[in-house]
Nanobody, 115 residues
Framework: QVQLVESGGGVVQPGGSLRLSCAAS????????IRWFRQAAGKEREWVGG??????AYKDSVKGRFTLSRDNAKNTVYLQMNGLKPEDTAVYYC??????????WGQGTQVTVSS
């Protein structure tokens, strides 16, 4: 069983920055890539990016603005979001599959970009 806890959301003006955290209840070493998704009101959940042993990957619309990193000692993955836009407003979730293929989601953290 893996528990994921996101934090760091909030309200920020356009062009601002936030850093989201995803803390796992187990070691993230050797885990499958940890992914971030987001879901805006009235829209489907969409993939934002992922980080694994092979590196990182991002949705085209966030490339150059969002950066994923990890602290293995803290079992935490970070999503640094710069140059935020109103269209980035959403609930952000982290997600991972364990080695048995079980899928886990965090509870989400709200990001609101508004002037």
């Amino acid at each position: 069983q893996v528990q994921l806890v996101e934090s760091g959301g909030g309200v920020v003006q356009p062009g601002g920055s936030l850093r989201l955290s995803c803390a796992a209840s187990v070691s993230i070493l050797g885990m499958r890539p940890i992914r971030w998704f987001r879901q805006a009101a009235g829209k489907e959940r969409e993939w934002v990016g992922g980080i694994g042993n092979a590196g990182t990957a991002y949705k085209d619309s966030v490339k150059g603005r969002f950066t994923l990193s990890r602290d293995n000692a803290k079992n935490t993955v970070y999503l640094q979001m710069n140059g935020l836009k109103p269209e980035d407003t959403a609930v952000y979730y982290c997600n991972v599959d364990d080695l048995r293929g079980n899928n886990y989601w965090g509870q989400g953290t709200q990001v609101t970009v508004s002037s």
